[in-house]
């Protein structure tokens, strides 16, 4: 069984920095693709950014391409998101999620795994 557990997630000024982590437990094929999307109160899911766990590929969203950074480490099971030059509009829950290809990651529809999310904010 799958199951991702975020953490990291905090309050941030405008311009900092926060860097999320999933620790991952079960790899699957279902596990091919890792990423994390987010979503804000009365706004729709997005995908942020997602990783090929195989190999190498990434993928971002076009609002966070050059800020975020996803990563992996296989050694410790983690799936991590660098977040720099933050800005109110990157406040969210943001959800680590698993799926075999990264279309569902990055919003097309619903991963296959998700977590519990985590809570980012961004004060100007």
């Not at 953490?7 to 999320?20: F, Y």
Request: positive net charge.
């Amino acid at each position: 069984q799958v199951q991702l557990v975020e953490s990291g997630g905090g309050s941030v000024q405008a311009g900092g920095s926060l860097r999320l982590s999933c620790v991952v437990s079960g790899y699957t094929y279902s596990t091919k693709y890792m990423g994390w999307f987010r979503q804000a109160p009365g706004k729709e899911r997005e995908g942020v950014a997602a990783i090929y766990t195989g190999g190498f590929g990434t993928y971002y969203a076009d609002s966070v391409k050059g800020r975020f950074t996803i990563s992996q480490d296989n050694a410790k099971n983690t799936v991590y998101l660098q977040m720099n030059s933050l800005k109110p509009e990157d406040t969210a829950m943001y959800y680590c999620a698993a799926d075999s290809t990264r279309a569902p990651i990055m919003g097309a529809r619903t991963p296959k795994h998700q977590g519990q999310g985590t809570q980012v904010t961004v004060s100007s």
